[in-house]
């Protein structure tokens, strides 16, 4: 098993920066990629970004340039680096982890760009 609890969501005005954290704890020698997904409301879940165990990232394509994702295998922790925000960009954010044959979620943050 692996869990995964994140931090660091909140509100804040268009153009502003968070940082979400994603600790993972468990079977973590199982984990290949790990990643952010974000879920607004009506809305299905979609991918926001994902890193792979050596470091390879993948974006969609809305928020390249304004997010970064980052992971600090000392500490299990994965990072998302958020900057330039937008009001669509607010919605739940949960971190992901694909392990060999599983795959789990966190319980999710909420981010809400407003003014």
């Known amino acids: 098993q692996v869990q995964l609890v994140e931090s660091g969501g909140g509100l804040v005005q268009p153009g502003g920066s968070l940082r979400l954290s994603c600790a993972a704890s468990?079977?973590?020698?199982?984990?290949?990629?790990m990643g952010w997904y974000r879920q607004a409301p009506g809305k299905q879940r979609e991918m926001v970004a994902t890193?792979?165990?050596?470091?390879?990232?993948n974006y969609r394509d809305s928020v390249k340039g304004r997010f970064t994702i980052s992971r600090d295998n000392a500490k299990n922790t994965v990072y998302l680096q958020m900057s330039s925000l937008k009001p669509e960009d607010t919605a739940v954010y949960y971190c992901?982890?694909?392990?060999?044959?599983?795959?789990?979620w966190g319980q999710g943050t909420q981010v809400t760009v407003s003014s």
């Open positions: 992901n982890a694909n392990a060999i044959g599983s795959v789990y």
């Open positions: 468990g079977r973590l020698f199982s984990i290949t990629v």
């Open positions: 890193i792979g165990s050596l470091g390879g990232t």
